[in-house]
């Protein structure tokens, strides 16, 4: 992709964040308690329990959160399961996650992505991410920002589902779980690599790997801009702790780990990428000549299939095992 219309492409987005992002709060934003919980125990616990899934006929499914919260919404897990044909459950499964608010790929392109890795004798499941779409509270000013806690918070709920439903899948009898995430999902494929030695591979679409300000950086609303200083020392302080990918390592071989970069991004900083990868054990890293949005609208195009080829033969070979 031409290099300009990227980056206009990531620049239009982060000022329609900036229109639509709802009004900030004073008050306290419990940062002290956001670094307390994720550098104890009960961020992402050891031991994981597989979910117990209830079908709505053979595709949608919803099972409870392992980690309820206050927002009844956000307490129920909704996802589709896409079987193939025959034996599904002695077929390997790649679990796609979506990115923030990416209502395109996660309701559009990722059953396309499905139907082509069921014709290539893989299940696909997806899964919606804490807050999102059906699991929006309502009404949606319900949750108050900054809320570092909240953060943290929702981190290890999506991680704790994702670990949920491998738990689930492997008990079926699948015999290799593997995630997709992209952009806000690809850094909680992350989190939940690092933590879950049961997934058979990850594949990364532009992460980030740390908190960053990217809205307070790049838009061109004043009263967002003024909040950058506060911010920025916040996740710099979060960054010290295992919010940030680079400060923990993958509990799988890594080179089962993909790491995917738009060379053209404005939405995550240019050395944060190279951070993750040089603290990972330099994974195998694909820089497409592409913005954060481009990068998020062509996942059902050639990088779908250039994914399924690397994918096919770490999954396959626990078919054959």
């Not at 308690?33 to 550098?39: P, R, S, Y």
């Not at 058979?200 to 908190?211: D, E, F, R, S, Y």
């Not at 990068?295 to 299939?305: A, F, G, I, P, W």
Request: glycine share 6%; with cysteine; proline share 7%.
């Amino acid at each position: 992709m031409i290099a300009p219309l990227a980056k206009l492409m990531d620049w239009s987005a982060i000022q329609t964040v900036g229109i639509l992002r709802p009004r900030e709060h004073a008050g306290d934003s419990k940062l002290k308690e956001a670094l307390d919980f994720v550098n104890g125990p009960d961020f992402i616990p050891a031991e994981s329990q597989p979910a117990r899934l209830e079908f709505e006929g053979s595709l949608h499914f919803r099972f409870s959160t392992p980690r309820p919260c206050a927002v009844t919404e956000n307490n129920v897990v909704y996802g589709r399961l896409y079987r193939c044909a025959g034996q599904w459950q002695e077929r390997p499964v790649i679990v796609l996650l979506h990115g923030r608010g990416d209502v395109l790929n996660h309701r559009h392109w990722f059953p396309r992505i499905a139907r082509r890795c069921n014709r290539d004798g893989f299940n696909v499941a997806t899964l919606e991410a804490p807050y999102y779409f059906q699991r929006r509270p309502r009404p949606p000013q319900a949750l108050r920002w900054p809320n570092y806690m909240l953060l943290a918070g929702t981190a290890a709920q999506a991680v704790a589902e994702i670990r949920a439903l491998t738990g689930w899948l492997l008990d079926q009898g699948c015999p290799a779980v593997a995630l997709w995430g992209i952009s806000y999902s690809a850094w909680l494929t992350g989190l939940t690599v690092c933590h879950d030695p049961r997934l058979t591979a990850a594949v990364l679409t532009i992460p980030g790997g740390c908190l960053y300000a990217w809205l307070e950086e790049r838009t061109i609303w004043r009263g967002i801009r003024r909040t950058l200083g506060e911010k920025r020392a916040a996740l710099e302080a979060l960054n010290r702790t295992a919010l940030n990918l680079a400060t923990i390592q993958p509990v799988i071989s890594t080179e089962n780990v993909l790491l995917i970069d738009a060379i053209h991004d404005l939405m995550v900083p240019k050395d944060a990428m190279r951070e993750l990868w040089q603290a990972w054990g330099e994974p195998e890293l694909w820089r497409l000549p592409h913005g954060h949005i481009s990068v998020v609208c062509m996942t059902t195009s050639r990088l779908t299939k250039r994914v399924l080829c690397w994918l096919t033969p770490r999954l396959e070979n626990f078919v054959t095992r």
